[in-house]
T-cell receptor, first 108, second 111 residues
Framework: SQQGEEDPQALSIQEGENATMNCSYK?????LQWYRQNSGRGLVHLIL?????REKHSGRLRVTLDTSKKSSSLLITASRAADTASYFC????????FGAGTRLTVKP | DTAVSQTPKYLVTQMGNDKSIKCEQN?????MYWYKQDSKKFLKIMFS???????INETVPNRFSPKSPDKAHLNLHINSLELGDSAVYFC??????????FGPGTRLTVL
């Protein structure tokens, strides 16, 4: 079944650095969403980008979408220790499908 | 004023038992979901209900049965629990292709 696949599986950076995570998917989509999950908690919606959009910003988050390559990236600028979490992308073919996530660790 | 709530938060039980997890949302959404997150953190959809009708059943064993008494509730019943059922189960609500709001999760441990 259709699902997003995040890359890398784990990412460790210093506070203040930028973090980039990628997501690939297999078939055409209507939209792609990014979620964050703090340890032991439910997912929190971050941003939704539609298939006719190429880039979207929300605070320190920047999401790009390349439908020709079936990929998306999530950039977190000026990272903070509080950004430490797992990040998931989800695509909408029929219904939501999630990947396994990228585990981001931001060291103070 | 919790948007999506689940009970219980933790559930520890013996193999072979039957258990239920409850979910309620006060967001007025038409669609509710159950997800299973395994030890590798992979999040997999199990069921989706839209206006009290099942619209997804992702090859989940029939020991798992969702029950939706009304649009605001989607409960998950599990019969004859197995060790492999140990996971965190998340309820969510939302539009079918829009943002989903997740509950805090129920950590199920089968001994």
């Amino acid at each position: 079944s259709q699902q997003g696949e995040e890359d890398p599986q784990a990412l460790s950076i210093q506070e203040g650095e930028n973090a980039t995570m990628n997501c690939s998917y297999k078939t055409s989509i209507n939209n792609l969403q990014w979620y964050r999950q703090n340890s032991g908690r439910g997912l929190v919606h971050l941003i939704l980008i539609r298939s006719n959009e190429r880039e979207k910003h929300s605070g320190r988050l920047r999401v790009t979408l390349d439908t020709s390559k079936k990929s998306s990236s999530l950039l977190i600028t000026a990272s903070r220790a509080a950004d430490t979490a797992s990040y998931f992308c989800a695509t909408d073919v029929n219904d939501m499908r999630f990947g396994a996530g990228t585990r981001l660790t931001v060291k103070p | 004023d919790t948007a999506v709530s689940q009970t219980p938060k933790y559930l520890v039980t013996q193999m072979g038992n039957d258990k239920s997890i409850k979910c309620e949302q006060n967001l007025g959404h038409d669609t509710m979901y159950w997800y299973k997150q395994d030890s590798k953190k992979f999040l997999k959809i199990m069921f989706s209900y839209n206006n009290k009708e099942l619209i997804i059943n992702e090859t989940v064993p029939n020991r798992f049965s969702p029950k939706s008494p009304d649009k605001a509730h989607l409960n998950l019943h599990i019969n004859s629990l197995e060790l492999g059922d140990s996971a965190v189960y998340f309820c969510a609500s939302g539009d079918r292709i829009g943002e989903q709001f997740f509950g805090p999760g129920t950590r199920l441990t089968v001994l």
